[in-house]
């Protein structure tokens, strides 16, 4: 890793394991100058961070520390002590993080270093789908409500349309700027109160909807902290290009029953109804569109210089699998995008998930498929005839570090 005058002193006092020294600097440094964050050294201790706050939370977790310490085959079964790892912050790291170093579960730093969190509101923007997949599939069904009630942390879900082009959903967002949408319990807000501070978090094609937002409505940049992208298809997806070729030239209106037909060649099942709102405004085409790669690759082109110099500091998180790892529905997929990258979450690859810019950092590669790393295990009903739909991935935690971090930082408090 290249290290430059700005972070010398920075990784000394880290290799001697002076993490509140460090922690210290790296605030002071983004302080004086938000394109601090664009040093390798320093995009490289936000990720290790990140990784040992999502460390110390999960291994809070009996229920993913019970996971993690289980051989993977092994894992749904009761196994004595004995036949354990004995470490959880050791089975956290080698289940739920792909390919991260020893050092990382070795190295134990301090709590996070931050007064309180307040001021600050996570409007939270969902992908493709949401809401389709089973009544309950959005981003952080459980998790965001718990967030709030135990720590007082405001979470508003921008209330996205789950099936329409990216520009479109600039409404949806600009509304939650408002306080208008969806609070963390997925029910409409009805006494709308305007966020101060925020950070934003954009799963699947939350993400795009936000960069376009963000090219559009400069008005806003300011109130903006930070921006987790969540297995974001900033770079697009080879997958929805084989779909939108399907569809191209087919009548995208219809019936209800009709839609669902049509968008199964995408989840490999038919579409819960329960969760259907807005129906008027479904624009399939316009939404498949806008996740093409050459649209996508496109996009980041023409507006990755501007988006660099936001100064708003961007956070990956991407996801990784393998076939057998994945729902069966959703097997194919994920046999086709091995062959652009093994590390694939069984919709984007690793470059389709990163945005191309300085001020961005990657923090984590979760073991975890896609629908993993953001929805809740699904209905019963389901799980039954379709494998690893339980979703075990600690999600609670990689919010917590999440948040932590940004305060850390000194991005919010």
């Given amino acids: ?64 520390v019970e996971y993690a310490s289980k051989p993977p085959l092994l894992a749904p079964v009761p196994l004595p002590s004995f036949l354990k790892n004995s470490n959880p912050r050791r089975a956290i790291a080698e289940r739920f993080l792909k390919d991260a170093p ?29 809401g389709l997949l089973h009544a309950d599939a959005h981003s952080f069904p459980v998790e965001a409500d718990k967030l709030y009630r135990e720590r007082g942390w405001r979470t508003l879900r921008a209330d996205v349309h789950p099936m329409r082009s990216c520009q479109a959903n600039e409404a949806d967002i600009e509304a939650a700027f408002r306080g208008e949408g969806l609070d963390a319990q997925m029910k409409p807000i009805v006494d709308p109160v305007p966020p101060d501070k925020v950070f934003m978090l954009g799963y699947s094609k939350g993400a795009p909807d936000i960069l376009s937002f963000l090219v559009h409505h400069p008005e806003y940049q300011k109130q903006i902290k930070g921006v987790f992208t969540w297995g974001g298809a900033m770079g697009g997806s080879y997958t929805a290009d084989g779909v939108y070729e399907q569809i191209k030239n087919l009548p995208t209106e219809g019936s209800f029953e009709y839609i669902s037909t049509l968008l199964a060649v995408i989840t490999g099942t038919m579409l819960s109804k329960a969760g259907l709102r807005r129906f008027d405004e479904y624009d399939i085409k316009g939404a498949m569109n806008d996740l093409r790669t050459e649209v996508r690759e496109r996009f980041n082109a ?42 694939n979450d069984m919709q984007l690859t690793q470059k389709q998930a990163i945005l191309p810019i300085g001020m961005n950092a990657h923090v984590a590669m979760a073991h975890a498929h896609h629908w993993d790393i953001a929805y809740a295990p699904f209905p019963v009903a389901m799980r039954v005839a379709i494998p690893n739909l339980e979703h075990r991935w600690p999600r609670f935690a990689a919010l917590v570090a999440s948040w932590e971090l ?8």
Wanted: charge should be negative.
């Fill in 102 to 130: 020893a050092s990382e579960w070795q190295t134990e730093m301090p709590a996070a270093q931050y007064d309180s969190i307040d001021n600050t509101t996570l409007i939270l923007c969902g992908g493709l789908l949401t």
């Fill in 406 to 413: 940004l305060a850390e930082l000194g991005l919010i408090d």
């Fill in 302 to 343: 023409e507006h990755a210089e501007y988006l660099d110099s936001l100064g708003i500091p961007f956070f990956a998180l991407t996801g990784a699998t393998t076939p057998l790892e994945v729902p069966s529905i959703q097997f194919m997929d994920a046999v086709r995008l091995s062959a652009f990258d093994a590390n």
């Fill in 1 to 64: 890793m290249q290290i430059t005058e700005l972070s010398r002193e920075l990784a000394s006092r880290e290799t001697a394991g002076d993490y509140l020294t460090v922690i210290a600097g790296v605030r002071e440094r983004l302080s004086a100058d938000p394109a601090a964050f664009k040093d390798p050294w320093i995009k490289g201790w936000v990720g290790r961070r990140w990784r040992d706050l999502f460390l110390q939370e999960a291994v809070k977790d009996p229920d993913a």
